[in-house]
């Protein structure tokens, strides 16, 4: 892996956001979780939805009359599944390209109670109690003032009892920073921050969430922990 651990460079939102408007353009070829999860090989994604989404809900329990925010929906691999056991879904986006392909996707399954913000996650903010606040590959993209943030709001949005589930890329020893680094496998300059577990701890510590649980998401050895740097990770935390 091309990584750096520079620890003060500041991700260049607009670059982010080209990149996802470009990467959402794929979906000629690309199915949409082939898009959100930057992967090419469709017997590599196949075996990821299957084991992610098994552990993923058995995290996130029953949704049946909850609300469910999912921040960074992307292609909506994760609001669609979540649509169809919850009251309601609501899905921030700031990828026009990428929203369009979730809100067209969801037309296909005929799914109705995904309501659509096209806006930055660490900006938005609804006066409405949440019940689960899903964020999926986001903080990773985001700059650390900004994931402080996006929590300073979640933290108003959750409801006494809800639940923040949280699936994103860790660094395992030390935070890695991949700043605009030209990536082979996608075609084009790729930016993303690896913070460590701990880091990801003190963040959501810092805006009183507790945290409940955590673990990898595939097992030691799987072929989809593809970097010996970094694992995805899940963690719970509530209020
Ligand atoms: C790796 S994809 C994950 C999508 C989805 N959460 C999932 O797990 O399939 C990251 C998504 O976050 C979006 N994103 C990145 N920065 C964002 C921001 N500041 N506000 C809103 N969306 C953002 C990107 O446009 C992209 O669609």
Redesign the pocket.
């Known amino acids: 892996m091309h990584s750096k651990n520079l620890h003060t460079m500041k991700i260049n939102?607009k670059a982010?956001?080209t990149f996802?408007d470009q990467?959402a353009k794929k979906s000629n070829y690309l199915r949409p979780?082939g898009i959100?999860?930057?992967e090419e090989n469709e017997e590599l994604l196949e075996k990821k939805i299957g084991l992610e989404t098994k552990k993923i809900f058995s995290w996130i329990g029953n949704l049946s009359n909850k609300t469910v925010l999912?921040?960074?929906?992307?292609?909506g691999?994760?609001s669609l599944k979540f649509a169809k056991s919850a009251k309601s879904v609501i899905a921030?986006?700031?990828?026009k390209g990428?929203q369009d392909l979730a809100i067209s996707e969801a037309k296909k399954q005929k799914i109705n109670n995904i309501k659509y913000e096209l806006?930055?996650?660490?900006s938005f903010f609804i006066d409405e109690e949440i019940d689960i606040i899903w964020?999926?590959?986001?903080l990773?993209?985001?700059h650390d003032e900004?994931c402080e943030n996006l929590l300073s709001n979640c933290k108003k949005m959750i409801s006494k009892n809800g639940r923040l589930i949280l699936?994103e890329p860790i660094g395992l020893q030390e935070r890695f920073e991949i700043r605009e680094v030209y990536s082979e496998a996608l075609k084009t300059k790729y930016s993303n921050t690896y913070r460590t577990s701990e880091e990801y701890f003190e963040l959501f510590a810092r805006h009183d969430f507790k945290k409940m649980r955590d673990e990898d998401m595939f097992d030691k050895g799987s072929d989809l922990n593809k970097w010996s740097e970094t694992r995805l990770r899940i963690f719970e935390f509530q209020v």
């Open positions: 939102k982010v956001k996802w990467q979780e959100s999860n930057l999912d921040l960074g929906a992307g292609t691999q994760w921030v986006e700031f990828s990428m806006c930055a996650a660490e964020i999926s590959g986001l990773c993209y985001l900004d699936r």
